[in-house]
């Protein structure tokens, strides 16, 4: 079976050695996005929603913080915990939440085996992690282990078919001719499966799935993107740089604008009885 970048551990820890990687990338979607609802906004009201005043938080898979900030500012947690594999994240996590004043403790740890007590939040949330792990259902256990009897767990993925319009790109240019045969970056944790994933050891509550599409206006701005994306495999002549990545799309095929499409998926679980 074809290996799945995002689930190799050297390609993972490559990926996040700095935060800078994944600010580019998210940068470069937020500036393409034309429609969807913003994620961050809807993981908070998931929470809000099902959460007690006050709850003891745990974040998994923080990334920049993003989430992790709106939380603090949104609920005012008795406690806040984010878990990480990435020092380089769990750094930037840091000082992102004492430039605003948010107290947030920062843990690493393998969220296969987290290193928190059982019983010890109200809400975990893990958004746009766990397609991560060739496991998820035992990253789902250990959630599940770290929820309060009456706990809430949110959890967020994307579809399995994500962005395919920059891969069939890739492949009609010839850059990549296999980019749309090769496994999604998503293939273990994504829309169609996450909720049998999380009904493996939490109670699915809610399920919701929002569309969301993206515009890049050219070459230069959709490379930006690209280059961050360990799915492709181009020629090591390129170069990481977004620069000669663009230059050699216009040199196959005229620049034009491309619009590529996501289905983003939340799911709201509770502790089993």
């Known amino acids: 079976m074809t290996s799945i970048p995002f689930t190799d551990p050297d390609t993972v820890a490559s990926l996040y050695t700095d935060a800078g990687r994944t600010q580019q990338r998210t940068n470069a979607l937020l500036t393409a996005k034309t429609g969807g609802d913003n994620a961050t906004a809807t993981i908070v009201d998931l929470v809000a929603h099902h959460a007690p005043k006050?709850?003891?938080?745990?974040?998994?898979?923080?990334?920049r913080g993003?989430?992790?900030?709106?939380?603090?500012?949104?609920?005012?947690?008795?406690?806040?915990?984010?878990?990480?594999?990435?020092?380089?994240f769990l750094a930037t996590v840091a000082k992102r939440a004492a430039d605003t004043g948010f107290a947030v403790e920062t843990?690493?740890?393998?969220?296969?085996?987290?290193p928190l007590p059982d019983t010890s939040f109200d809400v975990l949330v893990a958004?746009?992690?766990?397609?991560?792990?060739?496991?998820p259902a035992d990253v789902v256990a250990e959630v599940a282990r770290c929820l309060a009897s009456d706990g809430r767990a949110i959890l967020a993925t994307k579809s399995v078919d994500s962005y395919h319009e920059i891969d069939q790109l890739m492949v009609d240019t010839g850059l990549d001719p296999q980019a749309s045969s090769r496994p999604s970056l998503y293939e273990t944790f994504?829309?169609?499966?996450a909720s049998d994933v999380v009904a493996t050891g939490l109670e699915v509550t809610?399920?919701?799935?929002?569309?969301?599409?993206?515009?890049?206006?050219?070459?230069d701005h959709l490379a930006s993107y690209a280059v961050t994306i360990p799915k492709y495999q181009l020629p090591q002549w390129l170069g990481p740089n977004p620069d000669d990545l663009a230059a050699e799309l216009r040199r196959r095929t005229c620049d034009r604008p491309l619009t590529a499409t996501s289905t983003v998926t939340y799911i709201a679980a509770s502790s089993q009885p």
């Open 190 to 193: 994504h829309s169609t499966n």
């Open 206 to 219: 809610e399920v919701i799935h929002r569309d969301h599409t993206f515009r890049f206006t050219d070459f």
């Open 127 to 135: 958004a746009f992690c766990l397609y991560h792990s060739t496991r």
């Open 107 to 114: 843990v690493r740890g393998d969220f296969h085996h987290l």
């Open 66 to 88: 993003t989430v992790t900030l709106a939380l603090a500012e949104a609920l005012s947690p008795s406690r806040h915990t984010v878990v990480d594999i990435s020092p380089a």
């Open 54 to 63: 006050n709850p003891a938080v745990c974040e998994i898979g923080c990334g």
